[in-house]
């Protein structure tokens, strides 16, 4: 059972939730029949990089602050516009 505070307890419609564990799925890939071990691999790698696994836990591994977050955002959809706009002409 969940203890609350007094004061929770005497608060209408307080609402208490609990923190949200974060779900993660491991990436996994089959072996193929005679399939060397360094060519699963790859496609493991592969893999990992197109989910972006490595690089949400590379940028979880320190604190970012909002305004750099909007701004490496900002950065990346500039960056995406240039290059749309570059290849419109095509």
Known sequence: MLRL????RELPGA???RPRKEV???TEIKLKKG???DRALRRLKKKVD???TLKSVRMR???EKP???RRRKEKVARFSAMLAAR???D
């Not at 505070?5 to 929770?8: A, D, G, H, I, V």
């Open 5 to 8: 505070p007094k004061l929770m």
């Open 15 to 17: 609402v208490v939730t």
């Open 24 to 26: 993660s799925v491991m």
């Open 35 to 37: 399939e060397p071990v």
């Open 50 to 52: 197109r989910e972006g």
């Open 61 to 63: 591994r320190q604190f």
């Open 67 to 69: 305004s750099a977050v």
């Open 87 to 89: 290849h419109a002409d």
